[in-house]
């Protein structure tokens, strides 16, 4: 079954205090794996979409790099608008569980950056 | 930019009720999506559609239905409304099937 793991499921830092989140994943066949950004009540913003291991994407203070079984979204020196909760998506390719182009969603990380 | 709009923020509605929740997005993207979200549950896929008047399930259909007239606009038709609907109704929309998909705001719906 495909699955998408995060953690922690909750993150506190202090301003500049860097720190990377995990998204694990269990899926027959990955076409791409997505990062967004979710604020209080908001729909996602979508950051990053990543396509193979080894690959890295880079948007101002966050980088997502993925390996075979994970990604990880470093965060550099995080500022209090930072703050929000961030949620890793994988897409099943067309031979893993169905050709839906559907997301599978991990349950994210909420992220606190105290100042 | 891409923009999807949902008809409204926050909504309440009693059990029983039919409910209209509206999508819709500017940028001519041939697919659009409605999921829910619950805490501890995260996002899951309610209905998909990849064309005017196609529609197909998601995850968890029941006591959902669809509509899609118009390439821009996406319907989710709650039939007669549950408690257990409550939830946060996300729409996405994306160019092409594997394309990136971009959300909307957000409907908060509360049924009584």
């Known amino acids: 079954e495909d699955q998408v793991t995060q953690s922690p499921e909750a993150l506190r830092l202090q301003e500049g205090e860097s720190s990377s989140l995990n998204c694990s994943y269990t899926?027959?066949?990955?076409?791409?794996l997505f990062w967004y950004r979710q604020d209080p009540g908001k729909g996602p913003e979508f950051l990053f979409t990543?396509?193979?291991a080894g690959e890295e994407k880079e948007k101002e203070r966050l980088k997502a790099t993925l390996t075979k079984k994970e990604s990880f979204l470093h965060i550099t020196a995080p500022k209090p608008e930072d703050s929000a909760t961030y949620l890793c998506a994988v897409q099943p390719s067309l031979h893993g569980s169905g050709n839906t182009g559907k997301l599978i969603f991990g349950q994210g990380t909420t992220l606190q950056v105290k100042p | 930019d891409v923009k999807v709009t949902q008809s409204s923020r926050y909504l309440v509605k009693r059990t029983g009720e039919k409910v209209f929740l509206e999508c819709v997005q500017d940028?001519?993207?041939?697919?659009m999506f409605w999921y829910r979200q619950d805490p501890g549950l995260g996002l899951r896929l309610i209905y998909f559609?990849?064309?005017?008047?196609?529609?197909e399930k998601g995850d968890i259909p029941e006591g959902y239905s669809v509509s899609r007239e118009k390439k821009e606009r996406f319907s989710l038709i709650l039939e007669s409304a549950s408690t257990n609907q409550t939830s946060m109704y996300l729409c996405a929309s994306s160019l092409g099937r594997y394309g990136t998909q971009y959300f909307g705001p957000g409907t908060r719906l509360l049924v009584l």
């Open positions: 899926v027959s066949g990955l076409r791409g």
């Open positions: 940028m001519d993207h041939e697919n």
């Open positions: 559609s990849y064309d005017v008047k196609m529609k």
């Open positions: 990543l396509y193979s």
